[in-house]
C-alpha cells in the first residue's frame, strides 16, 4: 500500500528553527509537495520537490531524497502566524496525490 | 497567483435535503478540479476527479450517487451532496490545476462547513 508518515505535532519556540519530517512508500514518485493548512482553512502551497536536495524559499526550505524516501520541511525565525498544520503529498505514478496526515506545529512565546 | 473560490463557506442543512457546492477558478481555467472531504485532525482525502466536460472519476468507496459531481466548464465545478445525512458533515475542499502538465500544483479553495442537522 501506499503511505505517508509524518509527526503527528510538535512544539518549537518564536524564533527558532523546526524541521518537519516526512516520509513516503508510494507507488512510483513524480513529486513531493508541502502545504500549510490553518485550522478551518483550506491548504495553501509551500514547496514542491522532484529531485534530491534542498529547495530554498524565503523562511521555509524543503529537502528531497528520493533514494530513502523522504524529505523535510525546515522553517526559519518561527513566528507566531507559523502555528498550523503541515501537510506532506506525494505524486504517485499515475500522478495522484497521496496524503500525509499532516504535522500541527505550536509556537510557543 | 491562481485562486479558486468556493461557495456557500458554510452550510447548515436538514437530514434528508440536498446541498450544492460550488468550486471556481477565477482567473485561470482549470482543467482539472479535484473534491476533498477533510475530517477535524485527520488528513485531506479525495472524493473524486473531474475533468471539464467528462464524467467524474470516484475514489473507491465514494458513492456516485450521494455526491454528485459536474464539471460544467472551465471554470466552474459543482459537487452535490443528496439527502444528506449527519455523517456528511465535514469540510469539503475543492482543488484545481490548470495545465495538463502532471507537475501543476493543485489550488485550493477556501473550503466549505457542511453541517447536517
Known amino acids: 500500500g501506499q503511505n505517508i508518515d509524518q509527526p503527528t505535532e510538535m512544539t518549537a519556540t518564536e524564533g527558532a528553527i523546526v524541521q518537519i519530517n516526512c516520509t513516503y512508500q508510494t507507488s512510483g514518485f513524480n513529486g513531493l509537495f508541502w502545504y500549510q493548512q490553518h485550522a478551518g482553512e483550506a491548504p495553501t502551497f509551500l514547496s514542491y520537490?522532484?529531485l534530491d536536495g534542498l529547495e530554498e524559499k524565503g523562511r521555509f526550505s524543503s529537502f528531497l531524497s528520493r533514494s530513502k524516501g523522504y524529505s523535510y520541511l525546515l522553517l526559519k525565525e518561527l513566528q507566531m502566524k507559523d502555528s498550523a498544520s503541515y501537510l506532506c503529498?506525494?505524486?504517485?505514478?499515475?500522478?495522484?496525490?497521496?496524503w500525509g496526515a499532516g504535522t500541527k506545529l505550536i509556537i510557543k512565546p | 497567483g491562481a485562486v479558486v473560490s468556493q461557495h456557500p463557506s458554510r452550510v447548515i442543512c436538514k437530514s434528508g435535503t440536498s446541498v450544492k457546492i460550488e468550486c471556481r477558478s477565477l482567473d485561470f481555467q482549470a482543467t482539472t478540479m479535484f473534491w476533498y472531504r477533510q475530517f477535524p485532525k485527520k488528513s485531506l482525502m479525495l472524493m473524486a476527479t473531474s475533468n471539464e466536460g467528462s464524467k467524474a472519476t470516484y475514489e473507491q468507496g465514494v458513492e456516485k450517487d450521494k455526491f454528485l459531481i459536474n464539471h460544467a466548464s472551465l471554470t466552474l465545478s459543482t459537487l452535490t451532496v443528496t439527502s444528506a445525512h449527519p455523517e456528511d458533515s465535514s469540510f469539503y475542499i475543492c482543488?484545481?490545476?490548470?495545465?495538463?502538465?502532471?507537475?501543476?500544483?493543485?489550488?485550493f479553495g477556501p473550503g466549505t462547513r457542511l453541517t447536517v442537522l
Open positions: 503529498a506525494v505524486k504517485d505514478s499515475n500522478y495522484q496525490l497521496i
Open positions: 520537490n522532484v
Open positions: 482543488s484545481a490545476s490548470g495545465l495538463a502538465d502532471s507537475y501543476n500544483e493543485q489550488f
